[in-house]
């Protein structure tokens, strides 16, 4: 069982950057390539990004690449996403996940999710 907590959202000004921050508990995080994503209001939830379990592999959604970057310490269970040149369109909940397997089938954690705000 593993638990993912975000953290890190908040409100920004257009251009800014935020560093949201996902703790998770367990000793087999570093077995579990970790991702975000992101739901705005009356929208679907979709992907940002994610990472393998070294750190060595990252992918991103075109409409963040460039702008956000995952980085994963394993030594301390936690995934980051910073995010830079935020726009007004960035403003959903983010939401960290987990998957065992690599071409990411299946969610098998998601966190609780942590409001972005981005005002114009």
């Known amino acids: 069982q593993v638990q993912l907590v975000e953290s890190g959202g908040g409100l920004v000004q257009a251009g800014g950057s935020l560093r949201l921050s996902c703790a998770a508990s367990g000793r087999t995080f570093s077995s579990y390539a970790m991702g975000w994503f992101r739901q705005a209001p009356g929208k679907e939830r979709e992907f940002v990004g994610n990472i393998n379990w070294s750190g060595g592999i990252t992918s991103y959604a075109d409409s963040v690449k460039g702008r956000f970057t995952i980085s994963r310490d394993n030594a301390k269970n936690t995934v980051y996403l910073q995010m830079t040149s935020l726009k007004p369109e960035d403003t959903a909940v983010y939401y960290c996940?987990?998957?065992?397997?690599?071409?990411?089938?299946?969610?098998?954690?998601w966190g609780q999710g942590t409001q972005v705000t981005v005002s114009p």
């Open positions: 996940a987990a998957s065992m397997t690599a071409a990411w089938t299946q969610v098998d954690y």
